[in-house]
């Protein structure tokens, strides 16, 4: 699974350099400038984040074990953008296959901030899914 995550060389840099809109988004971009503006101000506003200390916590959070993974006993659904190089589709679909009755659904000119960009293809979604599980999970919290 692991190597589903990899990224370019050139998306690395760009995230090092702390630019968090890749270039592959470009059919999004070119459609919502607003939302552009939005990431980019958020950008803009964790400039003094330190990146390099950062990226060892994310990557240990991409190594959880996939027997621990596999262990999940209550409904999961991924949203996936289809332009997300974050977290690319074939890494949601491997991710996916390994959660017991998990459910992937890709959103078409989205990236990795699907909620932003596309809210109500996501809150559809997400409403959907809680339609399906209002019966409640055996053994979770009410």
């Known amino acids: 699974m692991k190597a589903g995550l990899q990224h370019t060389a050139e998306e690395r840099l760009t995230f090092a350099k702390g ?28 400039m003094g984040l330190d990146k390099d ?18 262990e999940l006993k209550v409904p999961v659904l991924f949203i996936s953008g289809m ?13 996916t296959n390994l959660v017991p009755g998990a ?11 699907v909620y932003f960009q596309r809210p109500e ?10 339609e399906m599980h209002q019966g409640g999970i055996a053994g979770s919290p009410s």
């Open 53 to 70: 200390a950062l990226r060892p916590k994310l990557d240990a959070a991409r190594t959880l074990p996939a027997s621990a993974v596999k």
């Open 121 to 130: 293809i996501f809150n559809r979604l997400v409403s959907d899914f809680f």
């Open 19 to 46: 630019v968090f809109i890749p270039r592959r988004e470009s059919a999004w971009r070119a459609s919502s400038p607003h939302w552009e503006f939005l990431y980019r101000e958020i950008d803009r506003l964790s």
């Open 83 to 95: 332009e997300d190089v974050i977290f690319p589709p074939p890494a949601a679909a491997a991710l």
């Open 103 to 113: 459910k992937l659904e890709s959103v078409p000119q989205a990236g990795h901030s």
